[in-house]
């Protein structure tokens, strides 16, 4: 009997099974429209990551879904230097008309620490925009969904976020992080409350994160 059945039941190798179970999630990102599935199968890479399907994965980041954003950046992020080789291709997300796929792209590009640091000017450019992503607060708002980490929605959040993660080059951005804590950002929706003091913890966590770096 081949080794690869054992009763009636298909029993491969671990290799050949977590490649076969790559392909199977694969398929469903590909041929799916539906977020939810689009979301099971991305947590299916959450530390199990394919270079296989890298290129899809990354094309999630600039999904219309947020959940499906969020789930891409995740699976990314968790395979650390295994998904360097992509770092320019998600880099460019960082100019896309999306703000939540720009917030997205500098979460995984934290990830790459120093291996991300040539995008800390990229990054940093973020800490320029008065903006946030107003649907992630309206559908956690009747709980529709569970409220996203402030740096998938907030720009600044983002970048104050990963750029102490990228070493030197991102670090030298301190002073421009340092005037985020007297930002006031406006309001972008009559339903949202001033998202200011979620800047200013941003901030704060990057200037505590370099010690006295700031003021030498």
Do not use: H
């Amino acid at each position: 009997k081949p080794f690869w059945l054992k009763g009636n039941a298909l029993s491969l190798p671990s290799p050949f099974y977590s490649a076969a179970m790559a392909a199977v999630e694969m398929s469903r990102l590909s041929v799916s429209e539906d977020p939810a599935t689009k979301v099971r199968a991305l947590e299916s890479f959450v530390g199990a990551y394919d270079a296989s399907c890298g290129d899809s994965i990354c094309q999630c980041l600039a999904d219309g879904d947020m959940l499906v954003r969020e789930a891409a950046a995740r699976a990314l992020a968790s395979a650390g230097d295994s998904v360097l080789p992509m770092a320019e291709q998600i880099a460019k997300l960082l100019v896309s008309g999306d703000m939540g796929a720009r917030c997205a792209a500098v979460e995984v590009l934290g990830a790459l620490a120093s291996g991300a640091a040539p995008y800390a000017t990229s990054i940093a450019a973020l800490l320029q925009e008065d903006v946030q992503d107003a649907s992630a607060a309206a559908l956690a708002a009747p709980c529709v969904a569970k409220k996203q980490k402030d740096a998938l929605r907030i720009p600044k959040c983002a970048a104050a976020e990963a750029l102490p993660k990228l070493g030197p080059s991102g670090r030298s951005f301190a002073a421009a992080v340092a005037k985020l804590l007297d930002d006031k950002l406006p309001e972008v929706a009559e339903l949202l409350a001033d998202p200011s003091e979620e800047v200013q913890e941003a901030a704060s966590r990057f200037l505590q994160s370099i010690g006295g770096g700031y003021y030498t």
